[in-house]
Nanobody, 124 residues
């Protein structure tokens, strides 16, 4: 059974940093693209970052480009989201997701496996 678990969320002040982690179990991790998405209250879930199966290709939303970094450790079946210079508008539940292919994607529909999410709250 596929299980994805996010951790590392919390309450921080604007300008601070957080590192989110996503652990995968019950599913082959190495070689499959991973993504981070977020959903703010009253808004649709949106793309944040994606990384290819081998880790060589990444893509980011315009909102986080230059502030967030997605990384993966295939030996540990982990993917991370390093978030710097956080803003109040980054407040959301953050989800990790896995594709069935190695190529990264910005589209929610391309990810069949999802975690339960972790809350990130940034105060001004």
């Amino acid at each position: 059974q596929v299980h994805m678990a996010e951790s590392g969320g919390g309450l921080v002040q604007a300008g601070e940093s957080l590192r989110l982690s996503c652990a995968a179990s019950g599913v082959i991790f190495d070689g499959y693209a991973m993504g981070w998405f977020r959903q703010a209250p009253g808004k649709e879930r949106e793309f944040v970052a994606t990384i290819s199966g081998g880790g060589g290709r990444t893509d980011y939303s315009d909102a986080v480009q230059g502030r967030f970094t997605i990384l993966r450790d295939n030996a540990k079946d982990m993917v991370y989201l390093l978030m710097n210079s956080l803003k109040p508008e980054d407040t959301a539940v953050y989800y990790c997701a896995r594709r069935k292919y190695s190529s990264p994607s910005t589209r929610l529909v391309d990810y069949p496996y999802w975690g339960q999410g972790t809350q990130v709250t940034v105060s001004s």
